[in-house]
């Protein structure tokens, strides 16, 4: 029985020096390793130093260390006004495994402050994903003093890169502009790619933060990146009071890398667009059937609608496959309607005049019609006749000398901007879930700055500066948290409302023509231009937008107005829009029996390829087409990478002298055979593999110099 103590200290002692392995990390001799197979990332805890960095990324077995022999940060923040990072003296407290909803597996490392940090713990998650060189990380700050800590500056990945700036690429503005030399991204850099032409690899750097408050940077200080929320620096600076007592959680980031590639398009079209589709969680793939054919009445209509004219347009749009018919601005009303002068909005009452037997009358017809109804509403704006606006003037946004203000634009006269950390949120979500549940809403656009302006330039012309409002502290504490708060709502109202398609515009987002990841997680659609000019070069600005943002968006989410049904080259133009959501304008009641047949016909076509190949939520760029411009042919493919059984492709003729071009399409199973079938009339053209189609290709002929094609690609 002696002997008995001697045995269970040996078993401890033997625990304590094996490797601790969950999935795919493990704790070793003090290092975290991530590793999937896919990409391999040793973080080195120095018992000495108290020191928590990264010391290498490899790309799957490769031996390129993306990891420069020069110390990495692993993250850095200011707390009060100092900086610090994973080189400061950081207590090890503990880790455990980690995990999402989306397949992501990793692990959560507790750090405890020590100095001038003393009273600050941080938990950092890493999470990987099955087959995929990502790794995706956050960070949660919890306050266990008794000071506030005045978080700000924040990069949540901070690594010295073994990619040198002089022969890097950075691709930016949605992966689509090449830059050279030190670069700090905005509100329209969700991803960035540095790429290291002569040794062809390269690592992709995703920001999951909401609109403006989005910073991803190359080279501030040597070959370093650093992803995270905007400096003090900057505008829009982020910041983050966190009180005794209290946690706050990050926005996540993630990195993907590469090896043994020309460029960055593999890493765009394969990894990233898979991460995104399969893992981060963004609304579209949570609905089962997604809109193929929507209808809007802004263009020409404006303001000008009543319920006979939506009955007019609803009986029109049917005979054309509409399937979402969408009433713009104009429905509305406040409480005291002789005072709306400047936009009727804030108490989102319907107006008797224009609707005498109000929505659900309306909305009843357009659903017998075999279409989903929807409204537009400005989500974050009051008129001075409202009376929500009269009875709680605490819940608007105050400018720098402490005045109500409007944030969205310069000429709306009498109009106010609401904060939404107030309460709100909660009034607004109650206006959307009674237009729900008594009305039958399905689809809602919703529109207006809450806390940029796209329209704007005085930055300072921003966010909150009240010092009384709950849940915000301060100006720059505002622009994170009214985020926040939004999509936080939109997860509400599609708790309530599972099969509400929520539509962001841009301006809600925060600057012109924005989509951010933020956006996709949480709402359906962003509303991303208004487009007017009429065909050829209409069509051109809707090619041309879906192509800029597509790379790193998914297309299905890419909401781009204002194409007219009454085009004078209506095909033309709606082809061009199936690159993303397809949505037309203008006034189906001047459309001749035939145009509105050809349109039933494309409505028709459109709804059995999504059901043949769920190709909304795919989209790449067509082999040896660029950007579409004036003079030349562009083009786009929506292959279903995971099944390879199919898609879609779409190939334009814009003004170019050539009559034919040749087609090649990626992405298929190179062994495997298919047929290449004309659009709507289902006429074969051609059968070829796979590894043919991508290698030899086929000719695409057009008379006309504005026309568009559309091809089915069927695995046989």
């Known amino acids: 029985m002696k002997k008995l103590p001697i045995l269970i200290a040996a078993y401890f002692l033997i625990l304590s020096n094996i490797s601790f392995a969950q999935s795919n990390y493990t704790w070793q001799d003090d290092n975290l390793i991530l590793n999937n197979g896919a990409i391999k990332r040793t973080i080195e805890y120095n018992r000495d130093n108290q020191t928590f960095v990264t010391s290498s990324i490899f790309h799957e077995n490769n031996d390129r260390n993306f990891i420069s022999s ?15 990072s994973g080189q400061n003296k950081w207590e090890f407290v503990k880790h455990v495994g980690a995990s999402d909803s989306k397949q992501g597996e ?14 600050l713990e941080i938990d950092i998650t890493y999470l990987l994903y099955p087959g995929l060189p990502v790794i995706r990380k956050f960070i949660t700050f919890r306050n266990t003093g008794n000071i506030e800590f005045k978080l700000e500056s924040l990069d949540i990945e901070n690594l010295r890169v073994s990619p040198n700036f002089v022969h890097s690429w950075i691709y930016a503005n949605y992966a689509r502009q090449k830059r050279l030399g030190t670069f700090v991204g905005d509100w329209d850099d969700p991803l960035v790619v540095v790429h290291d032409y002569p040794n062809r690899l390269g690592i992709a750097l995703g920001n999951e933060a909401p609109g403006v408050t989005k910073r991803t940077a190359f080279h501030t200080n040597y070959n370093d990146i650093s992803i995270g929320l905007t400096h003090t620096d900057q505008n829009y600076a982020f910041r983050k009071w966190i009180v005794p007592g209290e946690a706050w959680t990050s926005p996540k980031v993630f990195i993907a890398t590469y090896d043994h590639s020309p460029d960055a398009s593999n890493v765009i079209n394969g990894t990233v667009n898979d991460f995104t589709r399969k893992h981060m969680g963004i609304r579209l793939m949570e609905i089962e059937e997604k809109p193929i054919f929507v209808y809007n009445t802004w263009n020409p209509f404006r303001h000008n609608i009543t319920e006979e004219l939506i009955r007019e347009l609803t009986d029109a749009a049917a005979a054309c496959g509409i399937e979402e018919f969408i009433i713009d601005d104009g429905w509305q009303r406040n409480f ?22 109000g929505m659900s009358p309306v909305f009843d017809y357009l659903k017998e019609k075999g279409m989903k109804p929807g409204l537009w509403m400005s989500i974050g704006s009051a008129h001075e006749s409202a009376k929500v606006y009269a009875d709680h003037k605490e819940w608007f946004v105050k400018d720098k000398g402490g005045n109500l203000a409007n944030l969205h634009t310069d000429w709306e006269v009498g109009m106010v901007t609401s904060c939404f950390s107030t309460d ?4 607004i979500k109650s206006k959307l879930i009674d237009l729900v ?12 700055a809450i806390v940029t302006s796209a329209y704007v330039v005085d930055p300072e012309r921003s966010g909150c500066y009240a010092t009384d409002h709950p849940y915000h502290k301060d100006h720059n504490e505002s622009f994170l948290n009214n985020y926040q708060r939004i999509l936080t709502m939109f997860d509400e109202l599609h708790s309530e409302a599972p099969d509400l398609f929520i539509d962001c515009t841009f301006e809600t987002v925060g600057k012109l023509q924005t989509i951010d990841y933020a956006t996709v997680k949480h709402a359906e659609g962003d509303w991303l231009s208004n487009f007017e000019e009429p065909s050829p070069f209409g069509a051109l600005r809707v090619r041309n937008m879906a192509w800029w943002r597509t790379p790193v968006m998914p297309a299905g989410a ?21 690159g993303t959501l397809p949505i037309m304008l203008g006034d189906p009641r001047k459309l001749s029996e035939d145009e509105k047949n050809m349109l039933n016909s494309w409505s028709t076509w459109l709804r059995e390829m999504q059901g043949n190949y769920n190709y909304m939520v795919y989209r790449q760029d067509l082999p040896c087409f660029g950007e579409p411009t004036e003079g030349s042919w562009d083009g786009w493919a929506r292959i279903n990478t995971d099944s390879q059984e199919g898609g879609i492709i779409g190939v334009f003729r814009q003004g170019a002298v050539e009559g034919s071009r040749l087609v090649t399409i990626n992405w298929l199973a190179a062994d495997q055979k298919y047929a290449v079938i004309n659009a709507v009339d289902g006429k074969v053209l051609l059968e070829m593999t796979g590894d043919q189609l991508k290698n030899e290709g086929f000719e695409v002929s057009m008379e006309r110099k504005y026309q568009g094609k559309l091809f089915e690609i069927r695995r046989m």
């Open 70 to 84: 020069q110390p990495s940060m692993e993250f850095s923040f200011d707390i009060n006004g100092v900086k610090f």
């Open 106 to 119: 990793g692990v959560t490392i507790t750090l405890k402050g020590t100095g001038e940090l003393e009273g």
């Open 336 to 357: 005291i309607p002789e005072k709306d002068r400047g936009g009727p909005v804030g108490d989102w009452m319907i107006n008797e005049t224009k609707f005498p037997n």
């Open 424 to 427: 709100w949120p909660d009034y």
């Open 437 to 448: 549940k008594n009305n039958g809403l399905e689809y809602t656009k919703l529109d207006f």
């Open 558 to 578: 890419c909401v781009i107005g204002n194409l007219a049904l009454d085009s004078k080259d209506l095909e033309f133009d709606l082809l061009s829009t199936v």
